[in-house]
């Protein structure tokens, strides 16, 4: 009972309905969220680590980036089932870097060859077999992120050995006055 009364608590999370405008995002939150809706697509594949770091909220439409941390946690899945039967790991990670947020997300699964890595964010294009993917979701993430969001989308890969995929995001302009002031108190207070 607590198990679908946690999915069923993620599902509406997820799903709720974007505002216009962007607004505070906790990520971590977001990314705890999406998890349990991706759960079916990992569980039988790979065991997924979480390491989250305090983080301050950021400006953002909380559905679409959900959008993109499920494409990511689902293309890492894929990648694992593709490289055989060995059971693989995604890692999660959240940490803040100066004014923005980063969340990596790692898998230990085929990794992306040199020759297409140009053109993953292209429409239409997919390194997946026929039937299991649009070649649309790295395409429309990147949009999210880098349009949408003003972030950076990146990846490293190695064949054979799988694939972590960046997403940068600035801080929330609230929370970055708050921090600011904080320091400034402090500072004042060491004076």
């Given at each position: 009972?607590?198990?679908?009364?946690?999915i069923?608590?993620?599902?509406?999370?997820f799903?709720?309905?974007?505002?216009q405008?962007?607004?505070?995002t906790?990520?971590?939150?977001?990314?705890?969220t999406?998890?349990?809706v991706?759960?079916n697509e990992y569980?039988?594949?790979a065991?997924?680590?979480?390491?989250f770091?305090t983080?301050?909220d950021i400006?953002g439409?909380l559905?679409?980036?959900n959008?993109?941390?499920?494409?990511?946690?689902?293309?890492?899945?894929h990648a694992?089932?593709?490289k055989?039967?060995?059971?693989?790991?995604i890692?999660?990670?959240?940490a803040q870097?100066?004014?923005f947020?980063?969340?990596s997300?790692?898998?230990?699964?085929?990794?992306?060859?040199?020759?297409v890595?140009?053109r993953?964010?292209?429409?239409?294009f997919?390194t997946?077999?026929v039937g299991?993917?649009?070649?649309?979701?790295?395409a429309?993430?990147?949009?999210?992120v880098v349009?949408?969001?003003g972030?950076?989308?990146?990846?490293?890969?190695?064949?054979?050995?799988?694939?972590?995929?960046h997403?940068?995001l600035?801080?929330?302009?609230a929370?970055?006055s708050?921090?600011?002031?904080?320091?400034a108190?402090?500072?004042?207070?060491?004076?």
């Open positions: 009972i607590t198990r679908v009364s946690q069923v608590g993620a599902m509406n999370e799903s709720h309905p974007d505002k405008e962007k607004s505070p906790d990520i971590n939150r977001a990314l705890d999406t998890i349990i991706a759960t569980k039988y594949v065991t997924l680590e979480k390491r770091e983080i301050p400006d439409h559905g679409d980036l959008q993109v941390f499920l494409n990511l946690i689902i293309n890492a899945a694992i089932s593709e055989g039967n060995e059971r693989g790991l890692v999660v990670s959240t870097e100066g004014d947020v980063k969340i997300i790692s898998d230990s699964g085929a990794g992306i060859p040199k020759a890595q140009h993953i964010f292209d429409p239409f997919t997946k077999e299991r993917g649009t070649g649309q979701g790295l429309i993430s990147h949009k999210i349009e949408n969001h972030g950076q989308l990146s990846f490293d890969s190695v064949v054979g050995q799988g694939t972590t995929f997403v940068v600035p801080i929330c302009a929370s970055l708050e921090k600011r002031s904080l320091n108190i402090t500072r004042d207070l060491a004076a």
